[in-house]
């Protein structure tokens, strides 16, 4: 009896790997990390899915207990394959398309990203992040949110313990007209103490604004007026999971001379795209070591299966 046994795919050199993953988190795009690498889109767009599903899981088991002392969230815009307005005279739009909300909590001190959640900008995705971001962390923290209503209810609804604020910041309105992808001008902000006792010298979202910036510039699908944006939701998902990876765990803060992981005890030193790809690897020769193994024990079970005449 003949036995096929399967072989892994046909794999890039791990430098070549490395490059693609690094560009894609250094504000190059998909076709633009095609082209410099030499290879296939098809070959790029795998390689982020899998990196990204991988980063995804590590995040999720990793950052865990961490003490923080102040956290700030805030929401970043983005859309995929097309603006929400625009969705209903697109041709084919696949579920997922429109308007791309990413909702993110910062460690103040360690600047850490220790949740992340990707959805529209309703009560429900609120209730969802909150829920998450409480299961990370290991102590009572001060918590502060811009004015976006929805956290009131999330706040309350997963009972956050927290000394919770809201920092409604109040506009100029005279934005209109060709400067209108600024950002309005800030002429005050209120600090209005929510739940708990906050103190008002903590309650701050500058640090989460700022990295929202560092996410435009790092990857490309979020840089504006461009055609690069999200084509698929769920590699939209999978770049920002690359992207946190990055952020805490490989690139130095500029501020910390660590990486955000370090500077919040989850790591003693910073990780390496190759630590990631390693890993990927075994992994997947382990589940390929389990396939050849489950058809070997099939074979031979059928062979000593007596033969009718």
């Not at 005279?89 to 909702?103: C, E, I, L, R, S």
């Amino acid at each position: 009896m003949k036995v096929h046994i399967m072989r892994g795919m046909n794999k890039l050199p791990l430098e070549k790997r490395v490059q693609i993953l690094t560009m894609l988190v250094e504000g190059s795009s998909m076709r633009s990390v095609s082209r410099v690498c030499g290879v296939s889109i098809n070959t790029v767009t795998k390689l982020l899915v899998d990196a990204g599903m991988a980063c995804a899981a590590l995040h999720d088991e990793k950052v865990r207990n961490v003490a923080a002392k102040a956290v700030q969230c805030d929401e970043i815009w983005s859309f995929g394959y097309a603006k929400q307005k625009n969705v209903k005279f697109a041709k084919n739009a696949p579920a997922g398309a429109g308007d791309v909300w990413t909702w993110t909590a910062i460690d103040a001190d360690s600047k850490l990203i220790v949740s992340w959640h990707v959805g529209d900008r309703s009560q429900h995705t609120g209730i969802s992040f909150m829920g998450d971001l409480k299961a990370r962390l290991a102590n009572r923290v001060q918590l502060t949110t811009d004015g976006h209503k929805a956290y009131l209810k999330a706040v309350e609804v997963v009972d956050f313990d927290a000394d919770y604020a809201m920092l409604n910041k109040i506009f100029a309105t005279d934005y209109a007209g060709p400067s209108r992808y600024s950002p309005p001008k800030c002429i005050g902000a209120i600090k209005n103490p929510i739940m708990g006792n906050p103190d008002p010298a903590l309650v701050n979202t500058s640090f989460a604004e700022r990295q929202n910036l560092t996410m435009r510039m790092a990857m490309r699908r979020f840089t504006r007026l461009t055609n690069a944006f999200s084509k698929k939701f769920e590699n939209h998902c999978h770049a920002l999971a690359l992207y946190f990876f990055w952020y805490n765990w490989v690139r130095n803060h500029k501020t910390l001379g660590v990486t955000p992981a370090m500077a919040a005890g989850l790591t003693q030193t910073p990780l390496k795209f190759t630590d990631l790809l390693t890993a990927m690897d075994t992994e997947e020769q382990n589940r390929l070591d389990e396939k050849r193994q489950a058809v070997i024990d099939a074979s031979e079970q059928l062979s000593r299966v007596p033969q009718s005449n």
